[in-house]
């Protein structure tokens, strides 16, 4: 007791010995100090948003909001940063930073984001929302990067006033202002004997530039094959699960598909000349173990109301057995123009591809098959004939569209004609030329069209008239030798004529031939013949017509 009572006394002492005057400034100090303590413990017991007001944040039970749910149709559920469970997602919903956002089967989303950008989900998709704040102290701000973790399903983005990048596994793909882009995720389980993750590729739909990303999540997103998508034809649904169940993985899950033909693009045409306007395509395609069943399907392609739009309509789908792992179609198209194709599971799963499961191909709508026939000339060849054009019909066709030409080319169109017989006449008076060309085609109810090999035709013209050696020549030994031993024999150019024929004879019924030649020149060079009488003729030729054999003229060699 006397030493307690003695260290009380001590310490009365020390404390009547301190000075407790304190200057200006150190009173100012401590006075700041008690009131940010006693703000600061304000603010920790009434829980004050101090984030919303001062940095400019929007807070929703303690967690940041970074968008709302604009529509949805089906199931859409969310996962919050630190649960484990999914919880339903109603529509007008607020979206915090961090969600795990998922759509089910036959479901589909539209979120929308603070910054103005959005993103549509598909059927069984899972993203998540990993932006970064926007801080703003005073007139010092900061703008947020709004991104997008795909987990898997179907994506489109698009960027509003500010960008949006949407993250894979191995690319970072960064939509400047108002662009936008689609991929889909596919997920490729790896083998059961590989302790490595499957390799992911992705692609995009319009490619734009890619900023590097230095940001990584906080838990590791496993991203897988990402192909492309058309935003108007959706794509057969695929069963995703957000919590995956501890089960056996189902057998077309370890499906891979291969695609042979038709290849992408490929274009078919109607056997020339065929009798029937329609096209037997092949279909070929390859499975891995363990499922042998797929199902085929095929749609026709039509242009919709705007450029960019089109629409397809189902033609046909079956379900096709594999053996040995090789699968065989046959399809009869009778419409031309462009058709889809698609390789599915039995139930319309989607199965794992290096490539696509879905390719195009095309049918051309003109073909060879209206067979034509010799012209028929009437009246007098040295006058001016009628001439017949004729031609096969074709089944189906009930109307036919001629073309008359000087050439080949469509741009040197004489006239064109359409008739309901398989012939046409016309008078050659009516033409300035003697030859000319012509093609038959006719438009088949089911779209096709079918045409004739293009014709050439020569119209009959005056036989050309002998110049020389005149009728009835003698030439002797000194005329041949005058004419180097050689004789000339020509006749006028007659106009339509494309090439010549020469006859030579021993006698005028021409039985006992000595020459007979074909020029495109209106001359002949006979060497010095043996001396006998000999009778020739010319007759001009064009195309697929001749002239009738005309005069006979002779000449005689003698000693």
């Known amino acids: ?64 909001v970074v968008g709302q749910v604009h529509a949805k149709s089906g199931n859409l559920r969310r996962q919050l940063s630190g649960q484990m469970e999914f919880e339903p997602l109603p529509s007008d919903a607020n979206l915090y930073n961090m969600d795990t956002v998922v759509t089910g089967p036959d479901s589909d989303a539209k979120l929308k984001f603070e ?136 057998a077309e899950h370890s499906e891979r ?58 033609i046909h789908q079956s379900m ?14 009778k419409t031309p123009g462009s058709f889809e194709w698609e390789v599915t599971g039995p139930k319309g799963e989607i199965l794992l591809t290096p490539g696509s499961s879905h390719s195009s191909f095309k049918v051309a709508s003109s073909f060879r098959g209206i067979r034509v026939l010799t012209p028929l000339v009437e009246g007098n060849p040295i006058s001016n004939p009628n001439v017949t054009l004729r031609w096969s019909k074709y089944p189906g066709a009930s109307n036919y569209h001629i073309w008359i030409g000087k050439t080949s080319s469509s741009s040197s169109t004489i006239f064109e004609k359409e008739v309901n017989q398989p012939q046409f006449t016309f008078n050659r008076s009516k033409l300035l030329i003697n030859k000319l060309y012509y093609q038959i085609s006719a438009e088949l109810d089911n779209g096709f069209v079918v045409s004739s090999n293009m014709e050439k035709f020569g119209t009959p013209s005056a036989q050309p008239s002998l110049v020389k050696p005149p009728n009835n020549m003698l030439i002797t030994p000194a005329i041949l030798k005058k004419e180097n031993f050689q004789i000339v024999m020509s006749w006028p150019m007659t106009k339509s004529a494309d090439t010549y024929e020469i006859e030579i004879a021993k006698d005028p019924d021409f039985k006992q031939p000595y020459l007979k030649k074909t020029l495109t020149e209106n001359f002949f060079i006979l060497p010095e013949p ?29 000693n």
């Not at 304190?22 to 101090?50: C, G, M, N, Q, R």
């Not at 096709?320 to 198209?333: N, R, Y």
């Open 115 to 250: 910054n103005d950008g959005s993103v549509e989900l598909g059927e069984n998709t899972m993203v998540r929302l990993a932006f970064q704040p926007s801080l703003a102290v005073g007139n010092i701000s900061r703008k947020s990067d709004s991104r997008l973790d795909v987990v898997s399903g179907k994506v489109t983005g698009k960027a509003g006033k500010q960008k949006l990048v949407i993250k894979s596994q191995d690319k970072v793909i960064t939509l400047t202002p108002h662009t936008e882009t689609t991929m889909r995720v596919k997920i490729k389980p790896a083998h059961p004997s590989s302790q490595t993750s499957s390799s992911s590729e992705t692609v995009i739909d319009k490619p734009t530039p890619s900023l590097p990303e230095q940001a990584t999540p906080k838990k590791p997103i496993e991203l897988h094959t990402v192909e492309h998508t058309s935003r108007d034809i959706p794509e057969p649904p695929r069963e995703l699960t957000p919590k995956p169940k501890k089960s056996k993985p189902h």
């Open 1 to 64: 007791m006397k030493i307690f009572n003695l260290l009380k006394k001590k310490i009365r002492q020390s404390l009547s010995a301190v000075n407790f005057s304190f200057k200006s400034w150190e009173k100012v100090i401590i006075t700041i100090s008690v009131l940010l303590f006693a703000i600061s413990f304000t603010i920790y017991l009434t829980d004050f948003p101090i984030r919303k007001y001062i940095f400019g944040m929007t807070e929703d039970n303690g967690q940041t």
């Open 257 to 314: 598909l291969t695609l042979i033909s038709p290849q992408p693009g490929e274009i078919f045409s109607v056997e020339n000349f065929s009798k029937n306007a329609e096209k037997s395509v092949h279909f070929a395609w390859e499975l891995g173990p363990p499922l042998t069943h797929s199902r085929l399907t095929v749609w026709k392609i039509e242009k919709g109301s705007s450029k960019d739009n089109k629409r397809r309509t189902q």
């Open 320 to 333: 096709m057995h594999a053996e040995d792992g090789k699968t065989k179609a046959g399809l009869t198209i």
């Open 530 to 558: 043996p001396q006998t009488k000999y009778w020739w003729r010319v007759r001009s030729m064009s195309g697929n017509s001749e002239i009738q054999i005309g005069k006979v003229y002779s000449f005689t060699v003698t």
